[in-house]
């Protein structure tokens, strides 16, 4: 079971530069989310998705943009990456939206932006 | 308010000995709250998870006491080992329809010493 896939591990930017970061999972899981993890902070939600065509904003959403074209893939784009954009991503899914539901983290995208 | 305050951000316990990690929160209308253990490199996985009908919840060496009142609730992990050595975050979600989200604490690192 390859659950909840995201790629690349590391990632350096420069400021102003442009990424995709994949997020695939194969449990066939409605809702998928993306995290991101400072120090001191713990995780905060950027974005999130109930179904394929449907997303939708979480606590921390400017400088990123996501779309939700199937079931397994929801990628996080940064459109022009900047210093404070530096930390470590989380893609996560579950069965449903309810917070109750597991949700399934990925190993994770470490992100330098210089 | 919608913080949860975890604490302390780091600890050290000997191996048998019992850690205690703290959360506090001050939205009554939270209705779930769940523990999720991070190793490095890994993803969050979730650990224990409790309702605030219950005031305590124990699965093998660990529990969750939790306690309504004080708007507070706590991981004991009894007979620590080296092995339980990771970040934990404490976690707390309105219901379903009241658009719940995980509000994640800033995290303890626990390391325990053989």
């Known amino acids: 079971n390859a659950g909840v896939t995201q790629t690349p591990k590391f990632q350096v930017l420069k400021t102003g530069q442009s990424m995709t970061l994949q997020c695939a999972q194969d449990m066939n899981h409605e809702y998928m989310s993306w995290y991101r993890q400072d120090p001191g902070m713990g995780l905060r939600l950027i974005h999130y998705?109930?179904?394929?065509?449907?997303?939708d904003q979480g606590e921390v959403p400017n400088g990123y943009n996501v779309s939700r074209s199937t079931t397994e893939d929801f990628p996080l784009r940064l459109l022009s990456a900047a210093p404070s954009q530096t930390s470590v991503y989380f893609c996560a899914s579950s069965y449903s939206p309810h917070p109750r539901d597991i949700q399934y983290f990925g190993a994770g995208t470490r992100l330098s932006v210089l | 308010q919608q913080q949860v305050k975890q604490s302390p951000q780091s600890l050290i316990v000997q191996k048998g000995g019992i850690s205690i990690i703290n959360c506090a929160y001050e939205n009554t209308a939270f209705d779930y709250f769940p523990w999720y253990q991070q190793f490095p490199g890994k993803g969050p996985a979730l650990l224990i998870a409790?309702?605030?009908?219950?005031s305590e919840k124990k699965e093998g060496r660990f529990t969750i006491s939790f306690n309504k009142s004080a708007k507070q609730f706590s991981l004991h992990i009894m007979d620590s080992q080296p092995g339980d050595s990771a970040t934990y975050f404490c976690?707390?979600?309105?219901?379903?329809?009241?658009?719940?989200?995980?509000?994640f604490g800033q995290g303890t690192e626990l390391s325990v010493k053989p």
């Open positions: 976690a707390a979600s309105l219901s379903y329809n009241q658009g719940g989200k995980l509000i």
């Open positions: 998705s109930v179904g394929a065509g449907i997303t």
């Open positions: 409790i309702r605030p009908d219950v």
